[in-house]
T-cell receptor, first 111, second 114 residues
Framework: GESVGLHLPTLSVQEGDNSIINCAYS??????FIWYKQESGKGPQFIID?????DKRQGQRVTVLLNKTVKHLSLQIAATQPGDSAVYFC??????????FGDGTTLTVKP | DGGITQSPKYLFRKEGQNVTLSCEQN?????MYWYRQDPGQGLRLIYY???????QKGDIAEGYSVSREKKESFPLTVTSAQKNPTAFYLC?????????????FGAGSRLTVL
């Protein structure tokens, strides 16, 4: 069978390493997905998005992968920096724009 | 600068009191939302409004009320009927274009019930 990354509530990485944050979504009708970053005491901020007709999208140091077969989304952060420490949420959008959020992963970057 | 302003940032309330959280946006967004965030959990939708003078219940609306009299404003009242109101409350706004709904969030209001 195909290997699917597990969602972990916390992830600790060394500065400079790559980070992979996983998310399982629930609705096969979702056609748009977003990753948000939430720093301590602040509201979430948009990082990157992907539509369901794509399987990969790249931004600056970030890549989102979408596997619709197993309803899985991942966020890859290259050369992780201390400023990347935050909680990361995936969101699936369906039903005329309604967003449903995952539980979030707390990323800690060790110097 | 365009954005969303939530106030107050911190609020303490005694049990049995109602409290209103303010949310104002100058982004000219049609849709506005209120989410609740508890420690270690994702965001849960309380209420949302897609147009002035109209709003719908989200997943956890019991014990909360909202109004949308102006496009820019979407205040949330946490009533005494809300059994566990201590939480971090986030307001957001968006425009929906071709099914893409990117939320812009405020900085949040932390409510503590004493």
């Amino acid at each position: 069978g195909e290997s699917v990354g597990l969602h972990l509530p916390t992830l600790s990485v060394q500065e400079g390493d790559n980070s992979i944050i996983n998310c399982a979504y629930s609705n096969s009708a979702s056609d748009y997905f977003i990753w948000y970053k939430q720093e301590s005491g602040k509201g979430p901020q948009f990082i990157i998005d992907i539509r369901s007709n794509m399987d990969k999208r790249q931004g600056q140091r970030v890549t989102v992968l979408l596997n619709k077969t197993v309803k899985h989304l991942s966020l890859q952060i290259a050369a992780t920096q201390p400023g990347d420490s935050a909680v990361y949420f995936c969101a699936e959008i369906w039903n005329a724009g309604k967003s449903t959020f995952g539980d979030g992963t707390t990323l800690t970057v060790k110097p | 600068d365009g954005g969303i302003t939530q106030s107050p940032k911190y609020l303490f309330r005694k049990e049995g009191q109602n409290v209103t959280l303010s949310c104002e946006q100058n982004l000219n967004h049609d849709a506005m939302y209120w989410y609740r965030q508890d420690p270690g959990q994702g965001l849960r939708l309380i209420y949302y409004s897609q147009i002035v003078n109209d709003f719908q219940k989200g997943d956890i609306a019991e014990g909360y009320s909202v109004s949308r009299e102006k496009k820019e404003s979407f205040p949330l009242t946490v009533t005494s009927a809300q059994k566990n109101p201590t939480a971090f409350y986030l307001c957001a706004s968006s425009i929906v274009v071709l099914g893409a709904n990117v939320l812009t969030f405020g900085a949040g209001s932390r409510l503590t019930v004493l």
